[in-house]
């Protein structure tokens, strides 16, 4: 079914010895999963063919690009005197009838910021990948029909992968979760599996069980059920930003990250998400913006991969009390970005923008009550209002008035709202000129 094809993300992989090319024809790469797969089903433009792939390591030198038609043609690449038999490391060879490439690592083909040195430059694209029809085998686990969905998360909970995928990184359930859903696509299996994930959100839970739901739904933004996902954290505001442990996991997931998650895919593709999905996730936002942000530990968050790294560099360095103290601050200072939805949302453009002109006009009219709630909020409300001035002159009134009501709340003081003016107005910005004239 044409309408059921899926397609790997960045025009599909080429990928290298080690890396997974699959042979079923289902499986692509949705670019959320962890694992690297490489596109079994590209196709090449110029000749009109299916891309061929050898097997791990078979590969000749950086000329093998003029043997590309013969190549193409041969039935048995072993038999090929130019080419040598090398450890998988080595790489991959692909082949259509106009062009031959030899992968070493693994490339986008439709890669948006492409590799100039090491990039295949190749006219090559996926072209689809089939949605699975029941029965689908996967290790341990014969799926026949969609009341099974709960016992295949049980299974992938309990440890077992979906497929062997060797010694692919990020290996465990959350990943494996992700995987299952996307290779299975629109059908009612999926369905199902999503119901069985939403409905285990308990407050009882395994914070770890937590973690993984929180985590697959931000993976998955729009996928079934979600909805119910906001409206468990919605008991709750004050909790949105609480990590769950995951081992897999170097950062410890968070309810928000399921609101980011469905912002940020508003932004991209406002077809997709539906606008009462993507309401309902600026609703929670919003009442979690009337609630200071808290103080979390660091356990909360377990070890974010930014802090082995540099856990790691002051390792080498040799051990010290100094170095205890920059880990301490650095670890703090990682916690609090992430707790933080001025951090997330308002403070800095790529969060900013995650915000449409309802949440906008929402911020300028609430900015009094943010301010009652977390003394020093308006600063990061104004930041926020600001970037959409600048992105949207017709929004510079929502600033403008905004000042109005902080001067009016007598909250915050006029030299206070001066210094932040100063430090961040442009001379051309046309809402300089009232706002100064508020501050009179
Ligand atoms: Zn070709
Ligand atoms: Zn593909
Ligand atoms: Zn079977």
Redesign the pocket.
């Known amino acids: 079914m044409a309408d059921q094809l899926r397609?790997?993300v960045q025009g599909?992989l080429v990928v290298g010895g080690l890396a997974r090319l699959p042979d079923d024809p289902c499986e692509?790469?949705p670019g959320n999963t962890g694992f690297l797969t490489g596109?079994?089903?590209?196709k090449c433009p110029h000749c009109g063919e299916t891309v061929r792939s050898g097997p791990p390591g078979l590969i000749g030198d950086d000329e093998v690009w003029r043997h590309a038609p013969g190549l193409f043609e041969l039935s048995d690449w072993a038999s090929a005197g130019y080419l040598e038999q090398k450890t998988p490391s080595a790489g991959r060879l692909y082949a259509c009838k106009c062009r031959a490439w030899v992968e070493r690592t693994e490339h986008a083909l439709a890669d948006p910021d492409p590799d100039p040195m090491m990039g295949p430059d190749l006219p090559w694209r996926?072209?689809?990948?089939p949605r699975p029809d029941l029965p689908v085998e996967f290790e341990g686990f014969h799926l026949e029909s969609p009341n099974q969905a709960a016992g295949l998360v049980e299974h992938l909970l309990g440890g077992t992968p979906p497929r062997d995928f060797g010694d692919a990184h990020y290996r465990g359930p959350v990943h494996w979760l992700i995987w299952t859903a996307e290779y299975l696509g629109n059908q009612d299996s999926t369905r199902e599996l999503c119901r069985h994930l939403a409905e285990q959100l308990d407050p009882d839970n395994d914070p770890a069980l937590t973690g993984r739901i929180i985590s697959f739904f931000s993976a998955i933004p729009t996928a079934p059920f979600v909805d119910r996902v906001l409206v468990y954290a919605e008991a709750d505001p004050a909790q949105l930003c609480v990590g769950y442990a995951v081992p897999e996991r170097s950062f410890s997931p968070s309810f928000v990250d399921v609101v980011e998650a469905i912002l940020a895919r508003r932004e991209a593709e406002p077809a997709k998400v539906e606008n009462t999905l993507g309401r309902n996730a600026s609703a929670l936002l919003r009442k979690a913006l009337l609630v200071p942000d808290r103080v979390f530990s660091r356990a909360e968050f377990g070890r974010p991969t930014a802090l082995i790294e540099e856990e790691d560099r002051l390792r080498s360095s040799g051990s010290s009390a100094q170095n205890d103290e920059i880990l301490t601050k650095f670890a703090a200072t990682l916690v609090e970005e992430r707790a933080s939805l001025e951090h997330r949302f308002l403070k800095y453009p790529s969060g900013a923008k995650l915000l449409d002109g309802r949440d906008i006009k929402w911020l300028s009219d609430n900015i009094v009550a943010m301010e009652q709630a977390a003394k020093g909020r308006w600063e990061s409300v104004l930041t926020c209002l600001r970037y959409h001035a600048a992105w949207d002159p017709e929004t510079e009134h929502l600033l403008v008035l905004a000042v109005g009501r902080l001067i009016e709340s007598s909250l915050v003081s006029k030299e206070a709202i001066r210094d932040w003016v100063s430090s961040t107005g442009r001379v051309h910005d046309a809402w300089l000129l009232p706002v100064n004239g508020l501050l009179e």
Do not use: A, I, R, T
């Open positions: 397609f790997c599909g692509y790469f596109c079994n089903n590209l996926c072209s689809g990948h």
